[in-house]
């Protein structure tokens, strides 16, 4: 399979994108290390999914805004699994507000999980991909990263920071044979969209070319790519997924 004798490190791989990435990439083999937050029910869940592919799994309690808690599981990890050949950074979360109302800890903790979570994983096994000449790092923006939203500056901020983030790795690591791309999804349905009102979906649907919002399933697909060989070629590159909405 594609990915036999590959590990990945999904960070927020127990719900949502992340977990749909995780189960694409058990399906063609890969080893699977799962971060999360503070759900042991889900990622268990998820776990017990993937170990039915016959592919090793586990997950890990681990904050992504915690840098010596990202470098203590990321030596875990090396240690249980030996390496890792893909990191994918989905872990995120949002805490809406319009900019003049936002709370000073609004800001900090978005930024923190969202963007400093990805600095922190990327920080922590760059080296190791480095000296193995190997890596996918595959980061998750938003659209919202490019286009800016009202209510959510904190987050658009922490997106377009995964931007600016991803290609700056990805010129320090390229000729070390480590790609490092990033995502930017739209309307994509799992629990982080499902706070939103039905109005609002709907407003935001109308919007959308495709007129329909998007499946995590599908954005798994395009992780798939970007972490396989057949995307050797490709690093700092910034690709939506979001039905036309970004055009
Ligand atoms: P989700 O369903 O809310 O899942 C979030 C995941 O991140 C969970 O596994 C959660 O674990 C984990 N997580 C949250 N905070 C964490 C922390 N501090 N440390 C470690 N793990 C943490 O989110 P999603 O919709 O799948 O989104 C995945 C990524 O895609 C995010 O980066 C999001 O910004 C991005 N994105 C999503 C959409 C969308 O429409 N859904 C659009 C654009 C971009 P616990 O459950 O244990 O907390």
Request: charged share 20%; hydrophobic share 45%; aromatic share 6%.
């Amino acid at each position: 399979m594609m990915m036999d004798a590959k590990t990945a490190v999904i960070t927020g791989g127990s719900r949502g994108i992340g977990r749909a990435v995780a189960l694409a990439l058990s399906e063609q083999g890969a080893n699977i290390a799962i971060l999360y937050g503070g759900n042991v029910q889900a990622a268990e869940q998820t776990c017990a999914v993937i170990a039915q592919k016959g592919v090793k799994v586990k997950a890990y309690a681990c904050d992504v805004s915690d840098f010596s808690a990202c470098e203590h599981t990321i030596g875990k990890i090396l240690e249980e699994f030996g390496q890792v050949d893909i990191l994918v950074n989905c872990a995120g979360i949002t805490a809406d507000n319009l900019c003049m109302r936002m709370k000073e800890d609004e800001f900090d903790r978005v930024i923190d999980v969202n963007l400093k979570g990805t600095f922190n994983m990327i920080r922590h096994l760059s080296a190791h991909m480095m000296r193995r000449r190997y890596g996918r790092i595959i980061n998750f923006s938003s659209v919202m990263g490019i286009m800016g939203n009202a209510g959510q500056a904190n987050y658009a901020a922490s997106k377009g920071g995964i931007i600016a983030l991803t290609k700056s790795v990805a010129k320090e690591l390229a000729a070390r044979g480590v790609t490092a791309n990033a995502i930017a999804p739209g309307f994509i349905e799992t629990d982080m969209t499902s706070k939103l009102s039905d109005k609002l979906k709907e407003e935001y649907v109308a919007h959308i070319p495709a007129k329909r919002v998007g499946k995590p399933e599908e954005v798994a697909q395009l992780v798939l790519f970007l972490a396989s060989d057949a995307a050797a070629y490709i690093t700092g590159a910034v690709i939506p997924i979001d039905g036309g909405i970004s055009m």
